[in-house]
């Protein structure tokens, strides 16, 4: 159950005394009462100071606009980054997928057991492959083929979708195609992929042939916000497991999925739950 | 390296609005910077609230009498639990141990690589077996035989040493007798016991043996306050380790033995630095 | 893919020399190749002797026959149990599950992908809520209500169903019902319940409140055979994930539901797969 | 507690059908007996087949030369590669270190355990730091400086010591200079190195600073037989744990020396016990 009462602030700003003081008291004047907060001061307290607060406040709601008219001096005075945000607004996400499902399937899954706190908006592919499965659970399905000469036009019409859908972030869930710095801009640290590597290592295309090759111990998957460079944006979530000699590059395929939709939903989850602040190309994740 | 100017105010209170908010502002105003905290409320704000607070306070030590004297006024507003501790004033450890050396070892090695953050001051055997080993590092090694008939008399003596040598915490790591609860009334959540078995399963002696004839399929070890009911005090940390059919009982105890070395050594490194809370018979840890 | 050809040959006997050399013989006059084989002897070659033996041979299905008649003479000569399978031959699943989904879905998804290598044959419920879901993947669903009244009858007509759909074995999947000791005699070694804790600990129902009052650090979920004792049959696999302060028993639930789908579809595959043998009242895994 | 009667076979040849009734026989006829056995068949039978088997032989030491003579002959025929070593027979080691502990004294500590099946013949290093604590166990330490100018000189003595001390495999325990392919040569797929990544990511220096840039969630370590090229060789083990964002790159290396010297002492003790088989460019462990 999300309370319609409980809000979130997130806090980045230059660390200096008083920060926490002046947060909490204008939270406590405005009869907000603190129920988790995580905070983290990079450089021992002489760099940059971020922070995420969960508060109940009755009506809030209501309440909402006047708080943020307040709240905007003291970020000014702080030189903050901030946002303030109702847990009952959950964000709208657009999933996008090619043929294979174990990730699509993960993410449609926890959001029906509760367990993703979002709206899935719509779901966006360029297979009609799993069509009936997403409309039978009432959410929108739509087909945009994508070849080299149509990339442009898919785009655009894929941009058209979300901004009528009013999404919030977008997914790639084991989504085949790579999207145009253009298409980037709209979503700034606000598309989310599941690469199948432990990142750094593995970058570009069939990471499991190429850890078969290396003969590595243990194979992993890596949740990260895309950015114009391949592979290497801001890492919210990594995990591994061990394999052996018993295992053919088909196995780490199919042992990888099952590491791939945990560490996807996971990162999609602290995304809605506005868990991850960015920090230059690395994420805080809160959570 | 533990910064002289660095200081931790540890609190538990019924929760309420306003303890933050009256807590930072205590430490603001007395020029602290906040470094690091951690904040737990139960029962979603409306039970226990908890923290652990890192903060940087020029010449802290010369200054800390009157810190305390001033919290001690918050404090009773707010009905606090609370302490205020310099981190440059390093908690004295005694061990006490028996034949088996693999967690002293891990506790030695800790502390010479600088990662424990602690005195040793003294350990304590029931067997002469770790005297050179254990002196060689410049620590103190009594040996005090326990036998059914002496055990009174041994307490005795080691809570006599445990004075002199200005003890804060003992660490029982693999020390195979029963502490009665009158030595226990000396040091309450303040020894720390390695138990062999994932608690609560395998209470009692011999738990490699048990989870063999059981047919478990990880192994583990349990960190945990010592209290008067055996193998039931609140848990401060534990982990495990997957095992397979080609393990006899020899090699769960010796596999077992890496476990309870990294767990021990976890738990105690976090009560030194002053990272658990009790509530009622469990742990917070903010780690 | 599962090729036609492939064939498993499990044993269980006596330890003594000449065993292997007298099986491999066997598959080799047979022109049987062994392209994978796992073995573990007892009491280090004084126990029992167990093997998986995976092999190729042209022409497999057709001439099952005639390979158990000859071995059948070996394995008289040694005492031992042993099944020939051929791995085309897929095992015939009946999931029972009450109203909790989680458990079933991953069956689902695990054999809709391809992974988990069974006939799921039926699906028998105590409630009517997933009959849309199980029918739409082309699975049987039947509803059987049970009350204390009609447990008896009920069992019957589940058995009368597990025989009708030629089911192989039965899976527990958060079924929410004690079975009699009567229906687990038609199913030796071949009804896998997955239960919500790290057994043996937090034996019985509600083991994540149980977990929660505790205080442990890591919950768990334990796969194992159904005996007539509660909780106490061959553990077949067991897994665990780390947990905090901040969970109360309604995140324990919620997170170890995840641990729960896992650990149940591993052991139903490893049984699917004749990766699980029985010594005693443990379980030997070749996988 | 190592039998003297137990042996082990190892072998590597091309596959096919008759190979393990062959090596069974063999042993057999022989009156050994197989207490445990892993085997490999690379691409389902149709590549290469890998074997390690541990038997037990009445006066085995004595019959060796005999045993070996008579396996010649199988081995010729299925172009085996091969060796059959007595458990009792140690490998004797000799350790590489800097000024970094951790990892050597892991191995001391496993040694003195009785842990690691092997002698430690002597300790190598380029600085006198662990002279004390190493000839305190009774084993040999060796200073042997190295300058850009004096390396070959070094390397001519280190490989002249390794000889006089009976060497059978060569430990970089943090043995921070790079052996020139001629030293290397010397001691093929029986140098082990410990790199503190979980490679490839990372190759080279400093990985953990590397790590702490890229924003990883999980750092890593790697230990592997070194080849010419830099941190490139086989893989025989790694291992990895979870970091946040609270931790800088001195909590990376101070965390991360914990993983090293486990991966390491694994990858060591396997080796030790004859469980790596070389494929390529790749491990086969046998554990």
Redesign the interface.
Known sequence: MIATDVGRLLISCP????V??TV??F??DH???????????TE??HGTFLTRIEF?LPNLEAQLPDLEQTFKQIAGRFGMEWRLASAAHKKRLAIFVSRQ??AL?ELL?QHR?G?LKADLALVISNHPTHKALVE?QGIAYVHIPVTSGTKAQAEQEQLRLLDEYRVDAVVLARYMQVLSPRFLQHYPARIINIHHS?????VGANPYQAAYD?????I?ATAHYVTEELDAG??I????RRI???HDPDDLR?LG??IER?VLARAVGWHCEDRVLL?G?????FN
């Open positions: 660390d200096r005394p008083g926490v003081a909490s008291h939270l406590f009869g907000a009462n603190i129920i988790h907060a995580d905070q983290h001061s021992r307290g109940q499902e174990h399937l899954w057991a367990d039978r432990f990142l750094p290592a593995f290396r003969g590595v111990k243990l992993g801001p890492i979530e990594q995990d591994v052996d000699h018993r199919r999925r099952y945990v920090h190309n690395k994420t805080i994740v």
